[in-house]
């Protein structure tokens, strides 16, 4: 049986995950969460199987030590307002938990899975994003404890495999989708909640910055698929199709039959102008693009934010 190791296992994306690989009966899953942005309720119907264990814990100061075989680290929270709310705690969530996480997967010739983020690239200075670009980021800003965490992690990684250390790095773009939570804070959970509540639709700048969106299931399919090969990466994970804010919200509003109007407040400081993937590494190293396309994903996420209103 593989015994497979998920941190923030109780997430958006962990849980999602959690579902996918706890089909297969020759997984055991351990499920950990210290349940600052997880939910209990994300994976409570999973806690039925007998291959999936529910962890309380902290990769920060991680007590788990258990025999494995693969760790899927999304332990981090990636909502702008969770992980402002705590800076530091969202610093040492990256780097020192990862750390942590090395040692571990050394102990027991484990494999390491990063869910990186595309924050890494920052406001981008090139347009789509390849994984050979740096990226410009701004290191003492409101958003640097995820981005600057995020790229100290993998710079961490980078030097462990450089010793030999079995590990993949993934970046993560925005992605969407069921148990995402309906206060996340990101574009489309704040613009779904606020057109099914015909509340005006909240644009941060002029509408014409942009966005990628990947549907959750698609992004799941990616990240098994990565841990599977044998390659460091880092390897963009994300739908290369391209929309701005305004558009979204004009989409969202019309698959709600929503009456709300758009309004418009100041951009955010050091947020992203562009966003979008260049995913030719994963189509060719994975065999993986996305299917779902904005409209049918959106569909899924509206009908799952009116179930739990």
Known sequence: MKRILITGGAGFIG?????????NENNYIYCLDNFYTGKKTNIYELTKYQNFELIEDDV?????????DEIYNLACPASPPA??????????????????LIKLAIKYNAKILQASTSE????PLIHPQTEE??????????????DEGKRGAECLLADYYRKGFNVIIVRIFNTYGQFMDKNDGRVISNFINQALNNQPITIYGDGKQTRSFCYVDDLIIGLIKAMEV???????????????????AEKIIQLTNSKSNIIFKPLPKD???????????ANKLLAWKPNIDLDKGLIQTINYYRRIM
């Open 15 to 23: 849980s999602n995950l959690c579902r996918e690989l706890i089909k």
């Open 60 to 68: 920060i100061n991680l007590q788990f030590d258990k025999p494995i």
């Open 83 to 100: 992980y402002q709310a705590n800076p530091i705690k969202t610093f040492e969530t990256s780097v020192i938990g990862i750390h942590n």
């Open 120 to 123: 890494i690239y920052g406001n």
């Open 133 to 146: 670009y740096w990226g410009n980021v701004n290191p003492i800003g409101i958003r640097s404890c995820y």
């Open 230 to 248: 044998n390659n460091f990466g880092p390897i963009n994970l994300g739908n290369p199709c391209e929309f701005n804010m305004l558009q979204l």
């Open 271 to 281: 947020d992203p102008c562009k966003r979008k993937p260049d995913i030719t590494k």
